[in-house]
């Protein structure tokens, strides 16, 4: 097992948040986690990726590792030697800067010129375009090149583990299936990827395994067979937010 959650409940000042989750994540697996605007996904994510405190969050009790390595405890660039990279919401890539000098900010933990190299035609294989337009300014990306971008720079870590938080948000739905085809390349290679989204068709469809949040608990998991009836989806998300509040 590669990411391993356990019991971890957090806090925004006295606002809890996320109650008690647990989820695990094992090498070449993706799994989808899944849930109605608002119920805690980005925040999960943030807990594992030690940029809660950025966001005024902490994390309360509960355990997470990503192998050997305390996710709770370590900072930032500690967690991202573990090995794990976070894709945030929104992309965050830097407009001003060239395309290939965005991938670069990925590699800052990275030693070895040659290594940092390799990691590049890696993800230049991935997504050619960003090859294409490895000079130009990232802000002249379209949005699904900017997401291919942000994934890109996350990889140049050579992570074991990657959170993407709602990759497909705003894209066209031809552009977000090709980014979930290659995550789910990735995958296929070894990594493990816990995925949120809301575009719960493109995420049953590459997802190993599913999650589903509600009122920040864990309301059901599965197989994706087991949530293509969207409907089952939306009621467990929000019957999760109604126990939470009665
Ligand atoms: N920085 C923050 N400070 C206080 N509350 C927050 C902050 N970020 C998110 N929240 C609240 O935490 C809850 C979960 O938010 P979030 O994790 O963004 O949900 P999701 O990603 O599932 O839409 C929401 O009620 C949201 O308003
Ligand atoms: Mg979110």
């Not at 405890?73 to 929104?90: F, I, K, T, Y």
Request: proline share 2%; aromatic share 2%.
């Amino acid at each position: 097992m590669v990411l391993v959650v356990e019991n971890l409940t957090v806090r925004y000042g006295s606002a809890q948040v996320i109650n008690g989750v647990g989820l695990r994540v094992e090498r070449g697996e993706i799994v989808a986690l899944l849930g109605n605007n608002g119920v805690g996904k980005t925040t999960l994510l943030r807990a594992l990726s030690a940029t809660l405190n950025l966001h005024g969050g902490k994390t309360v009790s509960g355990t997470a590792h990503n192998g050997s390595c305390d996710l709770l405890r370590a900072d930032a660039v500690a967690v991202v030697r573990s090995g794990l990279a976070h894709v945030p919401e929104g992309r965050r890539i830097i407009a001003n800067l060239s395309v290939e000098d965005n991938l670069m900010a990925g590699a800052l933990a990275v030693r070895g010129a040659a290594k940092i190299a390799a990691r590049r035609a890696t993800v230049y294989d991935l997504f050619p375009v960003l090859a294409e337009r490895a000079g130009g300014r990232a802000g002249l990306l379209s949005g699904g090149e900017q997401q291919m971008l942000a994934i890109g720079r996350a990889l140049m870590s050579h992570p074991s583990v990657l959170l993407l938080d709602e990759p497909s948000l705003g894209l066209a739905p031809l552009v977000a299936r090709q980014i979930a085809a290659t995550v789910r390349r990735i995958s296929d290679e070894g990594m493990a990827v816990l995925l949120v989204e809301q575009n719960t068709r493109i995420a049953l469809s590459v997802a190993d395994r599913v999650t589903v949040l509600g009122g920040g608990r864990v309301v059901a998991q599965g197989r994706p067979e087991d949530f293509a009836d969207s409907r089952v989806l939306a009621e467990l998300s929000l019957g999760g937010r109604a126990r939470e509040m009665s």
